[in-house]
């Protein structure tokens, strides 16, 4: 098993900052501009699951490391109103074992009021927070759901919480955070149960994409021989199923979607190592510490939370932002011959 490790990952190889053009956009090398903000708020999760936490949890990120609620909003802000962000995604570990969201998001709206605030989240606990987010302006959720088999649930995610998972799910429907998305991702188990779970969604009214894993699972059990893609999924899906190919909603967006039994229901594949999308990619991510990490693969990361507790000022935290996405990579490299994953798991990066 791979030690967990939280600590700062090291640079690899050098960018020449200087042939940055003199631009306030996140552009890198590869002419790519990031408009997605992703955020982690915690490391901390109510559930285990196997393709991305260890059994025990990520080691804890003591309270002083941990970017504060006005930390977040005041980084926010200089990603919109600086940097030309455009939406942003609160994720995690899981964002809702936060106490202090809803001033996170409540903050967020009133900062850089109009941009889109989402977040991704296992649902956990949203029954009782899904209208106080919406009040706090919250816009919408895409919510982790691997199987409607409670035992298989509890199996994958190492706790026996589905009941809490689909209460959330309504919940969230109710309070209108739509279109509701569902993640589920992909694993020779969860293939058994994807046909019952695209006739939940579809049921419900919310909207499944498939993910294909990627080597981000804390354990580092995953496999690229045994690895489950996209076409694998679409000859399940296929024999109960009339399935459609409808393209992605925009070029940088990760689903890939079919029509379902001639529409208009959809269903989303994210086929993130098969079909991956890192050249139309979008991204920039802030981790729950406040580096900035450039792609889920990169373990190059720049440190804005101690620039900020430093007194730098709102110019300067731009402009390290701006360096860190310059250097961006290529691309996750996956099937490149010698690829290592990235020393941080998918709960430690923010996914
Ligand atoms: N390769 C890659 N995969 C990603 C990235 N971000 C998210 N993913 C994968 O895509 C899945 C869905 O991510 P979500 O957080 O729901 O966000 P999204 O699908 O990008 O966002 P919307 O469709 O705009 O709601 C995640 O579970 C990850 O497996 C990324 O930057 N790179
Ligand atoms: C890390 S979780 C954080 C937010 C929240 N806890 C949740 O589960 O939605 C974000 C997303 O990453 C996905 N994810 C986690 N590990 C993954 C892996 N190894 N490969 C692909 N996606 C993964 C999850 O399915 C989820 O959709
Ligand atoms: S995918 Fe989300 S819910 Fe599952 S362990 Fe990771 S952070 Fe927690
Ligand atoms: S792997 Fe990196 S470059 Fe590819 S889509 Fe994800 S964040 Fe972007």
């Known amino acids: 098993m791979r030690p967990v490790s939280m600590g700062l990952p090291t640079v690899r190889g050098h960018v020449e900052a200087s042939d940055r053009p003199d631009t306030p956009d996140l552009v890198d090398r ?16 109510s559930l285990r699951c196997t393709y991305c936490m260890p059994a025990e949890g990520l080691p804890v990120i003591p309270q002083q490391r941990l970017l504060s609620a006005s930390e977040i909003v005041r980084l926010v802000t200089i990603a919109v109103r600086d940097l030309g962000v455009r939406e942003v995604r609160f994720t995690g570990g899981e964002p809702l074992m936060r106490r202090d969201l809803e001033d996170i998001i409540g903050g967020c709206a009133r900062a850089v009021p109009g941009t889109p605030l989402s977040m991704t989240t296992n649902a956990v606990g949203l029954e ?5 987010l919406v009040d706090a302006g919250l816009s919408r959720v895409n919510i982790s759901l691997d199987t409607v088999d409670r035992d298989h649930f509890a199996e994958l995610t190492r706790r026996d919480r589905l009941p809490a ?26 293939l058994t149960g994807a046909v019952d779970l695209l006739q939940w969604c579809l049921d419900e009214g919310a909207h499944l994409r498939f993910i294909e894993e990627m080597p981000l699972d804390a354990d580092q059990a995953w496999d690229r021989t045994t690895m489950v893609d996209a076409q694998h999924l679409l000859d399940v899906l296929g024999a109960r199923f009339a399935l459609t190919e409808a393209g992605r909603e925009d070029p940088s967006a990760p689903a890939e979607e079919w029509l379902v039994d001639g529409g208009p229901a959809t269903v989303g594949i994210i086929a993130s190592v098969t079909r991956n999308f890192c050249e139309d990619c979008d991204r920039t991510r802030l981790t ?29 935290i731009a402009a390290l932002w ?25 709960g430690a990066i923010g996914g």
């Open 288 to 316: 729950a510490e406040g580096t900035v990490r450039s792609c889920l693969f990169s373990d190059s990361e720049i440190d804005l939370r101690d620039a900020m507790r430093a007194g730098a000022s709102d110019d300067d």
């Open 30 to 45: 590869f002419g790519r501009v990031a408009r997605d903000l992703r955020v982690s708020i915690t490391e901390k999760c």
């Open 165 to 190: 998972v689909l209460a959330g799910i309504r919940a969230a429907a109710r309070a209108g955070l739509t279109p509701l998305k569902i993640n589920a991702v992909l694993m020779p188990e969860t």
């Open 128 to 132: 009782h927070r899904a209208q106080g």
């Open 322 to 346: 701006r360096g860190a996405m310059w250097t961006k990579w290529a691309g996750h490299g996956i099937d490149a011959d010698g690829f290592a994953p990235p020393q941080r798991s998918m």
